[in-house]
């Protein structure tokens, strides 16, 4: 059970610099101790810019620490964008932390299967409680965080040539683990969970949908549930057991 309530506070900056091709690593100071926060949980984030964009963006919380949040964020469009233009001494609002987060490992190390931006929960899980992480992205994302032998790419810019799935069945055996958990775009998750349908694993996944308010109000992240009926990612999620959720619409 996560302890921590979300809480809005607005966050000096401590750093935010480039650290890959497009990617940014933000540190910023908190008002209370996170050191409770767990890896899958999120924030919402706005700088201090005018109203455009106007809604805040959430961002899956990397590192927790002490007074210290670390974002890894992709430059994707205009918010991340102001985002990455923003250096010490000013300040973000944040509205944090948010979501459930993965399980805790048991008896065994889970394996974590990351496609794209998914990847930051999952690297703060390995560094928490470690596990076998194997990443995918489209070209090389000039990260320094990963071992070549753990990275797709599209391209074959970088490590294996083909997606975190193809690399998955040609280096591990996905029978071994009892646990599996992913973060990626949804045709990753649903050809994941095909592949572990037929497995005895657990399999948990992250879903990344747009996010307008991260609280539960504006109903704009729903996703079907196994009974037709509608979950809320950013309050009911966004880590869910593969078999609660439809992911075929
Ligand atoms: C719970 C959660 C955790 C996230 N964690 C991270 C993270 O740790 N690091 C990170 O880089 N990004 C993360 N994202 C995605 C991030 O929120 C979006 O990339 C960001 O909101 C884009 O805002 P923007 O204004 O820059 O781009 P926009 O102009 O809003 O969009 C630019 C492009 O990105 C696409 N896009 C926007 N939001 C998403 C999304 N949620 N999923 C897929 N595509 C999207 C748009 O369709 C468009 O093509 C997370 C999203 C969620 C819901
Ligand atoms: S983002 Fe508003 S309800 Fe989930």
């Known amino acids: 059970m996560n302890k921590l309530k979300p809480n809005f506070f607005s966050a000096p900056i401590l750093s935010n610099q480039k650290i890959g091709k497009n990617y940014f690593c933000l540190k910023v100071k908190t008002p209370q101790n996170i050191d409770q926060v767990e890896p899958g949980q999120f924030a919402m984030l706005r700088g201090k810019w005018n109203y ?14 002490k007074f210290q949040l670390d ?16 250096q010490p001494p ?8 948010l979501g459930n987060s993965f399980p805790p490992p048991e008896n065994s190390l889970p394996l974590l299967l990351a496609g794209g931006i998914g990847f930051p929960p999952l690297y703060f899980y390995q560094q928490k409680y470690g596990g076998k992480l194997l990443a995918g992205f489209q070209t090389n994302p000039e990260l320094d965080l990963f071992s ?6 599209d391209d074959g810019s970088l490590g294996f040539k083909g997606n975190v799935l193809q690399l998955l069945e040609s280096c591990t055996e996905i ?4 646990t599996i958990m992913a973060c990626g775009p949804r045709i990753m998750l649903k050809q994941l969970k095909n592949r572990c349908s037929p497995l005895q694993c657990n399999l948990f996944l992250s879903l990344e949908e747009k996010m307008a308010c991260g609280t539960g109000l504006c109903h704009g992240c729903a ?20 078999s ?5 619409e």
Request: charged share 25%; with cysteine; aromatic share 8%.
């Open 175 to 178: 029978n071994n683990y009892s």
């Open 244 to 248: 609660d959720v439809n992911l075929e």
């Open 52 to 65: 455009d964009p106007l809604l805040p963006r959430p961002l899956s919380i990397a590192r927790a620490e």
């Open 90 to 97: 000013r300040e973000i609002e944040i509205l944090a932390p």
């Open 223 to 242: 996703v079907k549930s196994r009974q037709n009926d509608y979950f809320k990612i950013c309050t009911d999620g966004p880590i869910f057991k593969s």
């Open 71 to 86: 974002f890894i964020y992709e430059v994707r469009g205009r918010g991340t964008h102001l985002l990455s233009l923003m």
């Open 148 to 153: 070549d032998k753990i990275i797709a790419t």
